[in-house]
Every structure is written in C-alpha cells, then in structure tokens.
C-alpha cells in the first residue's frame, strides 16, 4: 500500500542549520499540500505544490521557507537558518486532484531545533 | 478571518458511550467540510460534508453538516478504546485547496 510516505520521520537540527523534509505522496496523486503543527494547536496550511508549479504559498513564512515538487522525486519542504520556533511537527498531504478531492495525510517529521 | 471552533476540547469516556463532537465555522465561501482522527501520527480520513442534512456513516462514526447554522457534528456509538484520539474539523472554503483545521477534541476512552 503506497501511502504518503515522509522522511526523515525526526529530525534534530542546530539552530542556524538548514531542514529539508521531503515527501513522496501517494501513488497516482499529484497535488502536495505541506501543513506545520505547533504543539497545542491545529495543523495550519503552508503551501500547495504541483509537480513543478507552487500553486499557493500564501501560508509560507516569507523567509528562510521554500519548497518544490520537481518533475521527478519528492516534494521538498526546505528551512534555511532554523531557529527554536522552527520545532514542530511537519505534515505532508496529497490528493488526486485539487478540489473537492480529499487529501491524505503522511506520518508527519517532528523538527527540534536546539 | 475565518475560523473554527471545536468543542468541547476534551472528553473522557468510558467504552459503550455515545459521543457527539462539534464543529462551527466561519468561513468565507464555504465548500465543504472533512473530519480527521489523529492518533499519534498522520490524520486519518473519516468523512468529507459537502451538503447540509445528509448523514454519512462509517460503522460506529457518522456525520451530519448543517450550512444553516454552520456546524457539523460527529457521533461516535458504543465507544472503544481505539477510539481514542484528536478528532479535526476542517472546513474549506471554495476557490481555495486550504483546509481550515480547527484545534481538535480530544477524546479519551477508557476500558
């Protein structure tokens, strides 16, 4: 069974290094969303990824944040110059299509940044 | 600004209860609603609402939205312990792929 998959599953980074948490979404799906879960609170939006197009950042930190879903391989979610706020946990979701389609969700990468 | 509220934030049950879980919203252009369990990993899909008054059920869980007072409950029967989880809210506005995650109830049942 082909879900979303996420790696790393945790990942420990100093502070001022980079994170790149990458997800391959289910098989046939090719729309991406990346959600961030701060502790106590709801996942909230960060981006919308098609392959090779970002379709909405509107919930992306403008600095320090990127991501990309290339023609060939994961969707990467990239944090340059972490800081301790950076920790929590990263969830990536895909659906077959936008829309109406519902998306799935991958295990998540806790992030820490000490 | 849209919003979402979950109630209530937490409940402690124990095995054979019923449970009704609520969500109200406030958004713009609504389109559709979807309820998520999450356990300690990925949520998990339970339900999309895209109409008001129709239920839909999954064995123990159904689910009923109500555009007219913009909420939306889930019932759980004869509760489990496997039943124990954060249970999301997420309604979506149309012309929009951003689910609005609301902050959850936590459901604890106990044996």
């Known amino acids: 069974n082909a879900g979303v998959m996420q790696n790393p599953r945790h990942l420990v980074r100093r502070r001022g290094q980079e994170a790149r948490l990458r997800c391959s979404p289910m098989?046939?799906?090719?729309?991406v969303y990346w959600y961030r879960q701060l502790p106590e609170e709801g996942l909230k939006f960060m981006v919308y990824?098609?392959?090779?197009?970002?379709?909405?950042e509107s919930g992306m930190p403008k600095e320090r944040f990127s991501a990309e879903f290339p023609k060939e391989g994961p969707s990467i979610l990239r944090i340059q110059q972490v800081v301790r706020g950076d920790s929590a946990a990263y969830f990536c979701?895909?659906?077959?299509?936008?829309?109406?389609?519902?998306?799935?969700f991958g295990p998540g990468t806790r992030l820490t940044v000490t | 600004e849209d919003k979402v509220v979950q109630s209530p934030l937490s409940l402690v049950v124990h095995e054979g209860d019923t449970v009704t879980l609520n969500c109200s919203y406030e958004v713009t252009n609504f389109r559709s609603l979807l309820w998520y369990k999450q356990e300690k990993k990925a949520p998990t899909f339970l339900f999309m609402l895209t109409s008001s008054g129709i239920e839909k059920k999954s064995g123990r869980l159904s689910s009923i939205l109500d555009k007219k007072e913009l909420s939306s409950i889930l019932n759980i029967t004869a509760t489990q312990t496997g039943d124990s989880a954060i249970y999301l809210c997420a309604p979506t506005p149309s012309g929009t792929y951003k689910y609005i995650f609301g902050t959850g109830t936590r459901l604890k049942v106990l044996a």
């Open positions: 979701a895909s659906s077959s299509s936008g829309g109406l389609y519902e998306q799935y």
């Open positions: 990824l098609q392959k090779e197009n970002i379709i909405d």
């Open positions: 098989k046939g799906h090719s729309h």
